[in-house]
Each structure stands twice: as C-alpha cells, then as structure tokens.
C-alpha cells in the first residue's frame, strides 16, 4: 500500500497502526538492506542457512525427530505462566470444579485479565533479577519469571478492586497500584534490581485509565476481560476475526503507550521514524513515509490472547497470516550472533562494563534491527518449511517463534555470553517497548 502525498494524515495515521503496514515499511528497510543502503548494519543473505539449521536442530532436539510439529505449542504468555509447572490449566481446573463452578465466559474474562497484565508486565527485566516462587522454592528469570510473578500477582488479587474476588483486573484495582508495590511482588531489592519498574507500574495504571475511557469493549467496571463480550458480537458461529480482536487492542489500549509521535492527533504507539528510508527517497520524503510501524507489545498480547479464545472459548480466529514475528531482541539477536546481520564499524557506543554496543530503543539502529528482523523471521520461516517440506498451515510461524526463532535467540545468546545470556545488542529499555 502507497499513501500518497493526497492522502489525509488522518488515513496515513490509521494506516500505520494496522498489521498490514508492518510488514509492508520493514519490507521498504529489507529492500534497503539488499542495497547495501542500511546506515548501521550490513545485510548478509548467505549466513540465513546457519539460522535455519540452528532452528530445526532446536525444534528436533526439543520435540523429538519424527512428527514434532504437532506437539509444537504457539507462540504466547501462557508458556512463561506455567514454566516449570501447568499453572494456568490448575487454575481453570479449579475454576470448574467444586460445588459452583464457573462458566466458560467467566473462566475466559478471567483468563485474559491475568494475560493482559501479565503481558504489559513482560518487557526485559534485565541480567540480573530474578524471581523466587515460595510455593514450590524454585528460582526464575526474565520472560519466565516476569510471567510466575505476575500469576502469583493476580492469583493474590493484586489487581483487584472486588475483596472476595482476586481472580481479577478492574480499573479500580489498577489505580492503586504504585512503583514500590510491583517491587514488593517483584522482589525487586538492590540486590535483585530489575529494569524499567517505574515503566511498567506506569503501564498498568494507564491501562486502568484506558479500560474507563473505553467502556464500550470494558464494561462498566473497567475490566479486560469483558472485550469477550464485544467481541462475541463479531463472532460467525465459531470463527472470530483477527481484524476485531487487533481494532480493539489497538484503539482500546492505545493511551497506555507513551505519546512519541502523534499524526493526525492519533498517538502511534510503537511506530519510529527510519532515517534511511529518508535517505533514500527521490527528493523531500512525504510526511510520515519513513515511519515504520511494529507494535511489538500489542502483537505480543495478540498471540497470547488467541491461544485463550481458541483453548478457553473454543473460537477458532481468521486473519492470522497478517500478524508478523515480533521484533524484539531475541528473533533480532539470532540474526546478530549469526552474522545475518552485522554493525557498521563505530555505528553504537560501546558499554565499557559490558563491551557490547548499547541504544535507547528510538535510536535508528534499533529501528533497522527491528525492521530486519521481521522480514528475517518470514524469510527463516519460509525456509524452514521449506525443508521439513511443510506448509503455512502446517508449521505456523506462531509455531516458529516459540520453537525455533526466540528459543534459538535466547540459546545462542547464553552460549556467547554466558555470565548474562543477553543479546549482542543491548537496548535501554523503560519496559514499554521490549
């Protein structure tokens, strides 16, 4: 899609935070890349073998040799929810048993409240914190342990405003949460510091604020985990649409982003401006052609709350070949460690304690390593596929990404830099990005 200068910034806004757009400006960068045009990395096609072996070898390794495929769980929050343990199935098993049992729609509002929260709570924590579950003693990290402690979280009714009800997120219940409470249930001290705290209690509170503004997919209370109710009204007999699910996150939680860019007096979300895609232009770029959309956080929760509609409320979703792989340091510092895509020489600071280059999330770089890294993960799914000789349907890329991509990422990651397994780059995060 083309927007031209004759198009309204109203249209260009919109257009920007559909899913369509991300594919469509990274493939601009991509194009970029085959040109040797990138001002910070260098694109190096040849070494996509060495990822796509890296990844059947995991997805072998950790399903088995002969039909893996179908014991390939998708891509969502409910994997890091029940690390080392099925805590999320306990939880609707206990939810139908006992002399009053729940029904489905409830046990689904339930579900998607705890992911939702757990999710905005899932950007880096950094290389350092760590997260102790009392209940069985064991120790977690990062993804896995940001996603236990927000179930132990919501389990406790830390998000709750209801005093007989913990197993939920109200807007009221968000509006008391502040920066030293989420350290508390974090176990966040100074010597188990996590990154971007105030970021993420910021988050919760400005999703408190969005589910009042938006009753019409909340409810009245605030909650959400009432979008089920909105959403069934789009539902065809069991099949719901990607699009309804996508428009109202998209516009329903769009406050809780900070306002970086704003076109049209719509606030973009995860949208940066690519100073090569201006460069390459013929002449002055028009206004907002050298932005480039991800939405990583919100395409995050979208993978995560498919897989409750389709488990929890047996609705199948169509549409989901317009969701991409998620640009975030894992899929991205795959391609980094493998030397898909390299630096330019003195392109980044480097950190003197670390040695690695370091960038806030807005810097251009990060914007290029992102963008790349979403038509990487569609080039390295085609080619995986390729030879397994499967299809789309077959082996999903929600499928790729929790098995091969983000897995390979992290892997790697802990094999080139084993005191911290972090990625190659590192990124300055706030919580509200990565």
């Known amino acids: ?65 002969e039909n893996f495929v179908a014991k390939i769980p998708p891509h969502g ?9 099925p805590r999320v199935q ?15 729609k409830e046990q689904g509002r339930r579900t998607i409240d705890l992911f939702i929260v757990s999710v905005l709570l899932d950007a880096g924590a950094g290389n350092i914190w760590k997260y102790e579950e009392k209940a069985t003693g064991k120790t977690f990290a990062r993804s896995e342990g940001l ?15 209801v005093p007989d009800q913990s197993y939920r997120v109200d ?17 966040v001290t100074s010597e188990n510091p996590m990154v971007g705290v105030d970021g993420r209690t910021a988050l919760l509170s400005k999703l408190g604020e969005a589910l009042k503004a938006h009753p019409e997919y909340f409810g009245k209370d605030g909650r959400p985990g009432n979008i089920i109710d909105f959403l069934q009204k789009e539902v065809q007999g069991s099949v719901l649409p990607l699009s309804a699910l996508w428009h109202v996150l998209i516009d329903g939680l769009s406050t809780i982003w900070p306002s970086r860019i704003v076109l049209a007096d719509l606030p973009l979300g995860d949208v940066w401006p690519c100073p090569a895609l201006s460069a390459a232009s013929d002449g002055k770029p028009e206004e907002s052609e050298d932005l480039v959309p991800f939405h990583k956080l919100t395409q995050w929760l979208t993978y995560s709350l498919m897989e409750v509609f389709q488990k929890v409320l047996k609705w199948d979703i169509a549409g989901v070949e317009d969701m991409t792989g998620l640009p975030e340091y894992r899929n991205g510092g795959l391609l ?17 304690q670390s040695g690695l280059p370091h960038a806030q999330p807005s810097h251009p770089a990060i914007v290029e ?29 929600a499928q790729i990404l929790e098995s091969a991509t983000w897995t390979g990422g992290r892997e790697i990651a802990k094999q080139k830099r084993p005191q911290t397994g972090g990625p190659p780059i590192e990124i300055d995060s706030d919580g509200t990005v990565f």
Not at 149 to 159: I, L, T, V, Y
Not at 336 to 352: E, F
Not at 369 to 397: C, G, P, S, Y
Request: glycine share 6%; aromatic share 8%; proline share 4%.
């Open 1 to 65: 899609m083309n927007l031209s200068a004759v198009a309204p910034l109203s249209q260009k806004a919109a257009y920007l935070r559909t899913l369509p757009a991300i594919r469509e400006r990274c493939g601009k960068v991509y194009e970029l890349a085959t040109q040797g045009k990138l001002q910070y990395f260098d694109y190096h096609p040849e070494n996509e073998a060495l990822a796509v072996d890296l990844c059947i070898g995991i997805m072998k390794k950790t399903y088995g040799e």
């Open 77 to 85: 929050r409910w994997r890091h929810l029940d690390a080392g343990a």
């Open 90 to 104: 306990d939880l609707l098993q206990t939810w139908t048993s006992g002399p009053n049992p729940i029904d489905i």
């Open 147 to 161: 996603g236990v402690a927000s179930f132990r979280m919501f389990e406790s009714g830390f998000f709750s405003s």
């Open 171 to 187: 807007a009221d219940g968000l509006a008391k949460i502040t920066s030293q409470r989420v350290s508390e249930a974090m176990q």
């Open 336 to 352: 980094v460690d493998l030397g898909v895509l390299t630096l330019k020489d003195g392109a980044l600071p480097i950190d003197p």
């Open 369 to 397: 390593w992102r963008a790349m890294t979403v038509i990487e993960l569609d080039r390295i799914a085609t080619a995986i596929r390729k030879a397994l000789n499967l299809t789309e349907d077959q082996l999903t890329l």
